[in-house]
Nanobody, 121 residues
Framework: QVQLVESGGGLVQAGGSLRLSCAAS????????MGWYRQAPGKLRELVAR???????NYADSVKGRFTISRDNAKKMVYLQMNSLKPEDTAVYYC???????????????WGQGTQVTVSS
């Protein structure tokens, strides 16, 4: 069994900061890309940021310069530092990881349960 658990969401005023964390656990052989997605009410889930196992990052245009994704491969964790938050950043944020389970060959996508981020104006 593989599990992703997010933490760090909450309510913050516009201009503030939050740091999201996501821990992967279970029978994990290796982790490829990890990332953060978000879904606002009435909208489709969208990519926020992704990071490869080697550390290469990509970001949605809407968060470039404000958000930073990082990971700790030894701890099997991914983080999202969110600065200069705006009301339009309000959404449920989901952790995603491409994980190969122990004693298997193929990697599959796994998702966390989501954490709410609310930015007040």
């Amino acid at each position: 069994q593989v599990q992703l658990v997010e933490s760090g969401g909450g309510l913050v005023q516009a201009g503030g900061s939050l740091r999201l964390s996501c821990a992967a656990s279970g029978s994990i052989g290796s982790i490829n890309d990890m990332g953060w997605y978000r879904q606002a009410p009435g909208k489709l889930r969208e990519l926020v940021a992704r990071i490869t196992s080697g550390g290469s990052q990509n970001y949605a245009d809407s968060v470039k310069g404000r958000f930073t994704i990082s990971r700790d491969n030894a701890k099997k964790m991914v983080y999202l530092q969110m600065n200069s938050l705006k009301p339009e950043d309000t959404a449920v944020y989901y952790c995603n990881a491409e994980i190969r389970r122990l004693a298997t060959v193929r990697a599959y996508d796994y998702w966390g349960q989501g954490t709410q981020v609310t930015v007040s104006s």
